[in-house]
């Protein structure tokens, strides 16, 4: 039984009233608020019927607690890569205070070459693992903004009111509103990007180092050999990391999804 029928009941109760007058205001009251209610429920069922079925209490458990893990799932995956670029830097960092100290107690000698190649060496492939790992994590990271991008719309759908209070944007501008656009430059300003960069360095400096032992401890010969290799090293990794974004945001995560169109 509703308040409002309640309501009528008491009122039409014999003796629930001191005066004709009483009565009358009551059921004047009572005939405004079931007109309100009537007017509010239609409203209602307009608002639902426009929309769609409302969405089952169970639809939301699931649909709020999938948006939780995955903003926990994304969350993790920042902290590894920057868990990973933070191991790597300090070794870089502690592998040149190596080489300084090696080239100041032997003078620049037979063993500061052969020290520093086995240095920059395996920092080099420290430095491509290191990009490798932080690419992936990179990656499901993006995969991750995608589904909670779309468990946005899903609120949007069923609560269109929230469109005043929260970030709404047309799902091709879904990621660039989080942070992440399209393009080379970006490719530069990711985690792996800098990695990448400080890899590039790694590489050119150890092939630079080769050239001077093999060209007889000539300079120019270091530093043109180092200067080429690090740059054709840079625009690999790049180019790699571009490639392999543009080929992420192919995959079609959902059944009802079209084919999307190249990243650039």
Known sequence: MSAWTRYAAQIARPGSSDSPARDCCDNRTLAVALKA???TSNNQNARTGAEGAAPQPAAVAFVTTEHFT????????????????TIFIGSVSAGLVA???????TRIGTAFYAF????????????????????QSGIEELHYVERIARLRAYYFDFAPELTRYLASVPPSRRLAILGLRSGYWPAFRTTAGMIGVVTAVLTGSDAGLL????AGHSAVAGFVTGGVVGVAVLMALMWFQYSAFAQAHQLRL???EQERPDAG
Request: without cysteine; glycine residues 10%; proline residues 0%.
């Open 211 to 214: 050239a001077t032992i093999a």
């Open 116 to 135: 520093g190649l086995i240095l920059l060496s395996t920092l080099s492939f420290l430095g491509f693992v290191t990009l490798d790992r932080v690419l």
């Open 254 to 256: 959902f059944e009802d």
């Open 99 to 105: 080489l300084g100290l090696i080239a100041a107690a």
């Open 37 to 39: 209610g009537e007017t």
């Open 70 to 85: 995955l903003q926990g799932a994304r969350t993790a995956a920042i902290t590894e890569s920057t868990s990973r670029a």
